[in-house]
């Protein structure tokens, strides 16, 4: 990491957004907080607390509580039904407007990006939204949701699961091969709100890097990313990224939060 202060950072980051031909952004948990969607790896509350996501989000719980799995699925697909996109969603929109090229590359399966306006869009670990035969794969588009049991597949009988990505699980080949092109071509990565634990997409970061990215994390913390990221903008998403596109772009349109063509970042608090 580059070693300069916040103000610095923010207008190197700027700058090179505002003169980018191909951006990247690779988004996690984080960018959905804001919105109240919980992240995996900071505690969790309510219904929920007393498991670890991280347990839960595994082939392995599926097939030894495949009930207790299916109604956490249930009670996130609503939970993410009922919140909105924050400011950190819809300025990557912008951004995908404003630059030549973007792509935003998410760890997520709560379909903010989308709702927001971003339309390049990699989604690496599937969508709550969807369902599939546990056995086929094939993607299901209703189901019976009333009983005590876990629905089953119509053509086959075997479970219904959600469409997601769990450990050890692998990855949509089209999904990473697209995810690793985008790494390898853009000019400016932007890393926001993952704790970068999660391989493959943890690898992206250092790939782009390789290939002559910059790369800016932007994070709430210091996280295993934050070495190797040419800048580190410590700070909420939701503040940051707004800010970056009202710096980089003072006279277009935007819908971002931060008041119109201020040219100082604002300290998150
Ligand atoms: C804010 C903020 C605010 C908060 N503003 N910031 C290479 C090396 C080592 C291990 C492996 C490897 N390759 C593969 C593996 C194994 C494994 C893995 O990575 N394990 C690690 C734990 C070591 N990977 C896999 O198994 C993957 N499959 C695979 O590689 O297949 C090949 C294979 C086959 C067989 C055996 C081995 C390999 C699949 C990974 C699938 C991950 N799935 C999940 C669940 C998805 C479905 C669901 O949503 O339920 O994906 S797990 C979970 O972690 C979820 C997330 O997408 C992912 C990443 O989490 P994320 O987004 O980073 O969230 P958090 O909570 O960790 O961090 C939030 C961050 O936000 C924090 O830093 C906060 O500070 C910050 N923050 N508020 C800014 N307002």
């Not at 919980?38 to 007393?50: C, N, S, V, Y």
Request: proline share 7%; charged share 25%; net charge negative.
């Amino acid at each position: 990491m580059r070693d300069t202060d916040y103000e610095s950072a923010f207008e190197q980051t700027a700058r090179a957004l505002a003169g980018a031909r191909c951006v990247a952004a690779l988004t996690g948990a984080g960018i959905s907080a804001e919105s109240g969607v919980p992240t995996f790896r900071d505690a969790q509350t309510g219904l929920w607390e007393k498991f670890d996501p991280l347990q839960l989000a595994t082939p392995r719980a599926f097939a030894e509580h495949p009930k207790l799995v299916w109604d956490w699925y249930t009670w996130r697909r609503e939970l993410v039904a009922g919140v909105k996109p924050n400011p950190a969603h819809y300025a990557l929109a912008e951004i995908e407007r404003a630059v030549p090229e973007c792509m935003v590359i998410t760890q997520n399966v709560d379909g903010l990006h989308r709702r927001a306006g971003s339309r390049k869009l990699i989604e690496l670990h599937g969508n709550i939204a969807r369902v599939k035969c546990s056995r086929e794969g094939t993607v299901v588009e209703r189901w019976d949701s009333a009983g005590d049991e876990v629905p089953r597949c119509a053509a086959c009988g075997a479970l219904l699961r959600p469409d997601v990505v769990w450990f050890e699980e692998m990855l949509a080949p089209e999904a990473i091969d697209a995810a690793e092109s985008m790494a390898r071509r853009c000019d400016l990565m932007l890393v926001i709100g993952t704790s970068g634990e999660v391989y493959p997409a943890a690898a992206l970061p250092s790939l782009a890097k390789a290939c002559g990215a910059l790369v800016v994390e932007i994070n709430l913390s210091a996280t295993t990313l934050s070495a190797s990221a040419d800048y580190c903008l410590r700070g909420p998403a939701g503040t940051i990224l707004p800010a970056l596109v009202n710096d980089a772009w003072p006279d277009a349109s935007s819908i971002v939060a931060t008041p119109r063509g201020r040219r100082s970042p604002p300290r998150p608090a």
